[in-house]
Each structure stands twice: as C-alpha cells, then as structure tokens.
C-alpha cells in the first residue's frame, strides 16, 4: 500500500523510529484488511495541512 505516506493516519513514533498506521482498527477490520485483495485501503484519508487554512477563508 503506497499510498500510506499522504494519509492521515500514517504517524512517525520517536520512541520506536518507526512510522505506523493509526487508524482504529478492531481485530476483525484489521483480518479483513489484511485478506483483501483490494490495492487500496478503504481507511485512507489524505492528509491535507491546509484544509484548515481554507475553510477559515
């Protein structure tokens, strides 16, 4: 899954240096997630810095 650098979930850990997906996955998503032979996640979520700056226009 590429795509996992622009998503939102996708967070850099100082303590373990590692970047690791932070979505709220329960057992059953995650088994599903891993099973699926789709080549894109259906928790991604783009991470958009300047969202915030264009609603406030």
């Known amino acids: 899954m590429g795509e996992c650098d622009s998503c939102v ?3 850099y ?3 373990w240096e590692e970047y690791f997906c ?14 699926s032979r789709r080549n894109t996640c259906p928790y991604y ?6 969202k915030t700056v264009r609603k406030q226009n």
């Open 45 to 50: 979520r783009l991470y958009d810095e300047y």
């Open 22 to 35: 932070t979505a709220n996955l329960d057992e059953d998503d995650l088994s599903r997630l891993l099973q």
């Open 9 to 11: 979930y996708y967070v």
């Open 13 to 15: 850990d100082d303590d």
